[in-house]
């Protein structure tokens, strides 16, 4: 049985924030060039499993469209909320926990949607396999950091990089273990 690997999947401006300080991602709209969408559909393809914390849950809930992830299992991490609902399970563990119970069950990849803090849980216990961050041509100045400070350092290949007409670029990394 292939490893399950996890892989974040996530955009970011060019100063390293995912989302302006009130959470708002409209910026991300400067680079919709439809029908492009940055290998997205390729990517989940290669996913059965759905890893987001519950500040990206509610975000995505509040698009008004239907859930992206149909078809998928799905887990919410969260201090607050538990049980399940019709899209997700809720999830207050340990997310070490979670990942080795998923990686021990037959199954596609991981799909980590963020947000920050489920990224520094998950980057602290050196969880991640796999990260592919589209870089968003645009300086916000101040936001939600995508990398919080205080996780040990990690060393990255570097395994593609794509450019796009739009000014996007995509950084494929694969984690170099041990």
Avoid at 31 to 46: L, N, Q, S, W
Wanted: a negative charge; charged letters at 25%; aromatic letters at 10%.
């Amino acid at each position: 049985m292939q490893p399950r690997k996890l892989t974040l999947y996530i955009a970011a401006s060019l100063d390293g924030y995912i989302a302006k300080p009130d959470g708002d991602i409209g910026w991300l709209s400067s680079v919709e060039a439809p029908p492009e969408d940055y290998g997205y559909a390729a990517f989940v393809k290669t996913v059965d499993t759905v890893i987001m914390g519950r500040k990206t849950y509610e975000k995505v809930l509040s698009f008004g469209i239907p859930w992206p992830h149909k078809g998928r299992k799905c887990y919410v991490l969260s201090k607050t909320k538990t049980g399940n609902d019709e899209n997700v399970e809720f999830f207050n563990g340990d997310p070490g926990d979670l990942l080795a119970h998923i990686r021990q069950t037959p199954g596609l990849n991981i799909y980590c949607d963020g947000g920050a803090d489920v990224v520094h849980e998950l980057a602290q216990k050196d969880l991640i396999d796999q990260y592919v961050v589209s870089i968003i041509p645009v300086l916000l100045g101040e936001g939600i950091a995508l990398f919080k400070p205080g996780r040990p350092e990690q060393n990255m290949r570097l395994t593609r990089c794509e450019t796009f007409p739009t000014g996007l670029v995509q950084l494929h990394y694969e984690r170099i273990k041990g």
